[in-house]
C-alpha cells in the first residue's frame, strides 16, 4: 500500500487471509498507514481505514475479506504524505530537547484575579473578531517562536494547504 500497488497490496492480503492472519490485525495496520502514509494528502483514508476495522470487527471471515480488499485498494492508491507523522516526531523532539516552556501570557486564561494581575491573558486576540478568523499571535513558547514542525507534503491536497498558511502566516514559517 504505502508504494501505491494496489495489484502488490491486494496479493500480499490475499497471502495474509489464506495464512490465517486476523483480519482485525490487518484492518489495525490499514489505519496506522493511513495516517502515517497517507494523511493529508487525502484525509478520507482514515476515515475508510477506521470504517474498514469497525466493519471486519462486525462482519468477520469469509465476508469481511471484500471490506479489506476495497480499504486496501483505496489506500495503495491514494497520494501519499507522511507530513503529519513527521510533524509530530519533530515536534516530540522539541520536548525532549527543551522541556517544559511555558505558555505565552497573553494565551492564558485569568480566571482569578491574582492571574489578571499578572496579566495573563493580556494582548489575547480572538481569532473569530479578526477577518478570515485569523490573527497572527504567537502560540509557540517564546524559546521556539517561529519553529517548523510541519512542512506540508508535496501533493495537491497539501499544496492548498501550504498556499493557505503562507497566506495567514506571510513568512513567518516559509511557507
Known amino acids: 500500500m504505502r508504494g ?7 496479493y500480499w492480503l490475499a497471502r495474509m487471509i489464506e495464512g490465517g492472519e486476523d483480519p482485525k490485525f490487518i484492518a489495525r495496520r490499514m489505519v ?8 493529508n494528502a487525502n484525509p478520507t483514508a482514515l476515515v475508510m481505514a477506521v470504517n ?10 469469509p465476508e469481511c475479506r471484500i471490506i ?16 503529519s507523522y513527521m510533524a509530530i516526531e519533530n515536534a516530540i523532539d522539541k520536548v525532549r530537547t527543551e522541556g517544559d516552556l511555558p505558555v505565552p501570557l497573553h494565551l492564558r486564561n485569568a480566571p482569578t484575579k491574582l492571574m489578571k494581575e499578572l496579566n495573563y491573558g493580556t494582548n ?7 477577518d478570515n478568523n485569523f490573527t497572527a499571535l504567537e502560540y509557540l513558547p517564546e524559546k521556539i517562536a517561529g519553529t517548523v514542525f510541519y512542512e506540508p507534503g508535496k501533493n495537491a491536497r497539501e499544496n492548498e494547504t501550504r498556499t493557505f498558511l503562507k497566506m495567514r502566516w506571510q513568512n513567518k514559517y516559509g511557507y
Open 52 to 61: 474498514c476495522f469497525n466493519a471486519v470487527d462486525v462482519i468477520g471471515y
Open 124 to 130: 489575547y486576540k480572538y481569532a473569530h473578531q479578526y
Open 32 to 39: 496506522i498507514l493511513a495516517s502515517e502514509d497517507i494523511g
Open 68 to 83: 479489506l480488499s476495497q480499504t486496501v485498494i483505496y489506500l495503495a492508491t491514494s497520494p501519499k504524505s507522511n507530513a
Open 4 to 10: 501505491s500497488d494496489p495489484n502488490a497490496a491486494v
